[in-house]
């Protein structure tokens, strides 16, 4: 190999790694974010009839896959019906059973079709006995497709981009280096 084959060897693989690393970085920041969500995180709300979730673009309503639910300090359920999707807007209606800590845990497809999800906690304090508490259910309201907690790896998975973009970016630093090492070592001899 030739010194001039070396530096074409080495300027094209480096090439192709800042393509394909600028290629992932772009894809993972390319999701939706969660932008306001009603009750807000870590408020105190004296009642509730919804859960409403606006996100930075509008989800895919893509069938099943869009997950909200409410769940209360007895481990129940109190959504009472499935997600609706209005444009950025993801909501649930819910009635509450007793006061304390909800946590809400919601999935989306993000607009660039990859799964996204959180969850966030508020705490609920009714006024008296205004409103009477309601009996939650124990499995999720939404179907048996609607187990957020199974879907923990999937938000992991979210990120894949920006993890191979690193990685390769990683990749390309250790080329450059065994590079300039093979150049030094051309020169020498
Ligand atoms: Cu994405």
Same mark, same amino acid.
């Given at each position: 190999?030739? @010194? ?5 060897? @080495?300027?094209?693989? #480096?090439?192709?790694? #800042? ?40 989800? #895919?309503?893509? $069938? ?14 109190? $959504? ?15 009635? @509450? ?5 909800? $946590?809400? @845990? ?44 199974? $879907? ?13 973009? #690193? ?23």
């Amino acid at each position: 190999m030739t @010194l001039r084959h070396r530096l074409t060897a @080495l300027a094209a693989s #480096l090439g192709v790694g #800042l393509v394909l690393a600028t290629a992932g970085a772009t894809a993972a920041s390319a999701h939706d974010t969660l932008e306001n969500t009603d009750p807000a995180k870590g408020s105190t709300v004296k009642s509730l009839s919804s859960v409403a979730l606006t996100f930075s673009a509008d989800p #895919l309503g893509t $069938e099943g896959a869009t997950i909200i639910q409410v769940i209360g300090p007895d481990k129940k359920y109190y $959504e009472t019906a499935c997600p609706d999707l209005n444009g950025p807007v993801v909501s649930s209606p819910a009635a @509450l059973g007793g006061a304390g800590t909800y $946590e809400v @845990l919601w999935r989306v497809v993000s607009s660039d079709g990859h799964p996204i999800s959180g969850s966030y906690t508020f705490a609920y304090a009714p006024d008296g006995t205004a409103t009477p508490a309601a009996a939650g259910s124990v499995k999720p309201v939404c179907g048996p497709a609607a187990t957020a907690t199974t $879907e923990a790896p999937a938000a992991g998975g979210a990120d894949t981009g920006l993890w191979i973009g #690193l990685g390769i970016g990683a990749v390309v630093l250790i080329g450059v280096g065994v590079g300039a090492w093979a150049l030094a070592r051309g020169r020498k001899n």
